[in-house]
């Protein structure tokens, strides 16, 4: 269900660009006549309609229905689980948990990826390598990555142990225990986990920068600080805006990696709007877990696309 | 034109594939079989599947392979993974359906699974005389017996370790919930010793220190608040909070890393006395004698029961303790699932409870050699033993989440309450209980 929100608001970039160039294509050359029956499209049809579009719709269904683990039968129920949710007084502060975690990533993954590109920007045999080693736990189950540093950031664990034989005294921060913190940490995991696909497409973004921009830069004598902010920064624009919408999206719709780290702990400090979904599904409120991930899908949709506009238009301003 | 058409039509053709969704787990209902069954009649040619959860796998082993060699009917076991409770409601939704399955016997937690519709009536089987009077008092819901209770409910009280008792010169088990502090802070003030170990880090157990406090509440008072005539905001419920909060935690009778602990270091410290109570339920003593010996159990470890005004224990039903039996549909296989049963409960009781070490549920069989005092103590206290609010309450709320909360410093105790109320009403309210 989470799903919905991410592959509904993806949507919104390419379609943009992908409706532009097919309508100018069909200005171009007239319509043919397709070269096979439309009906052989069925089967793909069929496993879309079944994989993706039916649970879509479903998912705009089920939020006005009674439908629970209590019930054979499945009733029109009005608006009722929507005032359920609004009147739990977890939800507000779950929006407000979802979206710092999602600036959080939003800064950690680009900032990481970024860095990343840049010390590994030359096409040496070590970058190659290095590339592909920080590539690693963008493949690793997010679950496991989760499971690992909970293992790590544990009161009597690794990094505490590290700590203590370095200060010499017994450290044991809970580092996973603080109601302030434990969000940043959990985010920095996050960043951590997925830095390498960002830093790909800032590496493909770098990669891709007209020489003769960069030669005139030099011949002018703009510096490497002088030639990054004003040149090569500007010019990754659209990879700026792939990366910071797929983190935001990405990361509103999180649920494993906190799921193994904090499991929305402590005190429901990192308890983001899939965990207390979860929760709620758990209960057997199907309907009202339902209502939940219609609520989120809104709000992914409404901050998003702001978001996802005005990075657009920066690209276009430069 | 043509292709807008096709389209159009794939939408329809989802449009009433969607509308004619209906939820999977709906069954017919049925009456109570009395014909009784014969627990080693031959079953040559019939399988039985049994879902169990990741911590009750091996649990019936000793049952099927006794059953399989005495009736030639073949059992095989599915492991539904954790969450077991919500996972179980949500496989059934999707229309799959076992035979035999765990499931907690609670008034509170059977609803999950309607067991109306999707179960077998088990109000006239031969076992149910056989079971104690606690025991024959659980698997029910709606007037009607869905599940045998194959082993004792979870007995929650106090575990302590001997030797710090002796240190502080206790001598007398506490007989309430004050006399359990007291002894408490005489234990601190004598011994330095943490007097209880609390889990924050897991959380469920935060919930027994509350439980033990409404011990008092008369069951009219479970009767209106199932009704919606009563509410978890009630003073009692807030005073128990409140208490375990000011008297205890921020009393400091708690250990220091209470807030992230977990229930395995809980196990460990009252075994080599970092702590010396513990209150929690008889899965910390299966937790214990995973890793130590029973002799050592004895050497170390005590329990004794406790209550807001007596020394009485509380029970707490779960998962492990209950077999239901499906409405498949098949009469072959809903007739050898009684079978099974009566055959666990029966003839192999004895065998079963020797190999799995635990006590019995059936007076008229003794329990076997060789278990902690612990274990036998616990026995002993399930006769007076009263309910938890999971067997009291029609659901039961995850007061442990907000009790979590609260020692974050992130909900007061009224808050803690009132998150109960709400889950309660909401899912009460979707079950259709009158009055929500």
């Known amino acids: 269900m989470a799903d919905t929100a991410t592959i509904g608001v993806t949507d919104v970039t390419p379609s943009k660009k992908a409706g532009g160039s097919a309508r100018r294509a069909s200005r171009r050359r007239p319509r043919s006549k397709p070269d096979q029956p439309w009906w052989f499209a069925l089967p793909a049809l069929a496993v879309f309609g079944v994989f993706f579009l039916l649970p879509n719709l479903l998912n705009f269904v089920y939020p006005f229905t009674n439908w629970s683990a209590f019930h054979a039968d499945i009733k029109f129920a009005g608006l009722s689980n929507f005032r359920s949710v609004l009147q739990d007084g977890s939800m507000l502060r779950d929006i407000r948990i979802t979206v710092e975690y999602a600036v959080l990533v939003a800064l950690f993954q680009n900032g990481f990826g970024l860095a990343l590109a840049l010390l590994l920007e030359r096409d040496t045999r070590f970058n190659r390598f290095f590339r592909a080693v920080f590539f690693l736990p963008v493949l690793i189950s997010a679950l496991a990555v989760g499971y690992i540093f909970r293992a790590l950031l544990a009161q009597d664990g690794a990094l505490n142990s590290v700590l203590s034989s370095l200060a010499g005294h017994h450290v044991d921060t809970p580092w996973l225990g603080s109601t302030t913190w434990t969000l940043v940490v959990v985010t920095l995991i996050h960043g951590w986990k997925w830095m390498g696909l960002a830093m790909l497409i800032y590496l493909a973004g770098l990669k891709s920068m007209p020489t003769d921009v960069l030669e005139a830069a030099r011949i002018d004598g703009a510096g490497s600080w002088r030639t990054f902010w004003s040149i090569r920064f500007p010019l990754l624009a659209p990879a700026v805006t792939f990366n910071v919408t797929t983190a935001l999206i990405g990361s509103m719709n999180t649920f494993d990696i906190v799921q193994a780290t904090t499991a929305g702990g402590p005190g429901s400090e990192t308890e983001v709007f899939n965990i207390y979904m979860f929760r709620v599904f758990g209960q057997g409120l199907y309907a009202q877990a339902s209502a939940m991930s219609l609520v989120l899908f809104v709000i992914v949709v409404v901050l998003a696309v702001p978001v996802i506009v005005g990075l657009r238009r920066r690209e276009n301003v430069q | ?436």
């Open chain 2, 1 to 436: 034109m043509r292709r807008i058409a096709s389209s159009v039509a794939v939408v329809c053709a989802l449009g009433l594939a969607a509308t004619a969704c209906s939820d999977a787990t709906a069954g017919g209902s049925a009456a109570a079989p009395t014909q009784s069954v014969n627990a080693t009649a031959s079953l040559k040619g019939v399988h039985l599947t049994m879902w169990v959860a990741q911590n009750s796998v091996s649990e019936p082993k000793q049952v099927i392979d006794a059953f399989q060699k005495a009736t030639g009917a073949t059992v095989s076991t599915q492991v539904i993974p954790d969450p077991y409770e919500s996972n179980v409601p949500t496989k059934l939704a999707s229309g799959d359906k076992p035979d035999l399955m765990f499931w907690q016997p609670t008034g509170s937690t059977l609803p999950f699974i309607q067991p109306a519709k999707n179960l077998l009536p088990l109000d006239n089987e031969d076992w149910v005389a056989k079971l104690g009077k606690t025991e024959q008092g659980l698997g029910q819901v709606d007037g009607h017996r869905y599940a045998a209770i194959v082993t004792s409910p979870a007995v929650l009280g106090v575990y302590y370790n001997k030797d710090v008792f002796k240190k502080a010169g206790v001598t007398k088990m506490p007989g309430s919930y004050d006399e359990l502090l007291a002894t408490a802070a005489k234990i601190k003030s004598k011994t330095g010793v943490a007097p209880f170990f609390e889990v924050g880090g897991d959380k469920w157990p935060l919930q027994w220190q509350v439980q033990v406090q409404l011990t008092d509440l008369p069951q009219s008072f479970w009767d209106k608040l199932n009704k919606n005539q009563a509410k978890w905001t009630d003073p009692v419920v807030v005073n128990a909070i409140k208490k375990y909060k000011t008297k205890l935690l921020d009393a400091g009778l708690a250990q220091k890393n209470y807030k992230t602990a977990t229930f395995v270091d809980q196990g460990k410290a009252i075994m080599d006395g970092s702590a010396a109570m513990a209150l929690n339920v008889t899965s910390l003593q299966s937790e214990i004698q995973a890793t130590s010996s029973t002799a050592e159990m004895d050497r170390k470890l005590g329990f004794f029961p406790i209550s807001n005004s007596s020394a009485k224990a509380l029970y707490s039903p779960d998962q492990t303790n209950g077999v239901v039996a499906f409405h498949t549909g098949d009469s072959k296989r809903e007739q050898a699932a009684r079978q099974f049963m009566s055959f666990w409960l029966g003839k192999d009781y004895p065998d079963y409870i020797k190999a799995n070490k635990v006590v019995s549920v059936e007076p008229s069989v003794p329990n076997p050699d060789g278990l902690p005092q612990t274990a036998v103590a616990q026995a002993k206290a399930l006769s007076t033993a009263t309910g938890v609010f999971q067997v009291k309450a029609l659901t039961a709320p995850d007061m442990h989440l907000a009790l979590a909360d609260m020692i974050y410093g992130k909900k007061t105790p009224q808050q803690v309450a009132q998150a109960a109320e709400d889950q309660f009403t909401q899912v009460l309210k979707a079950r259709g209980v009158s009055g929500f």
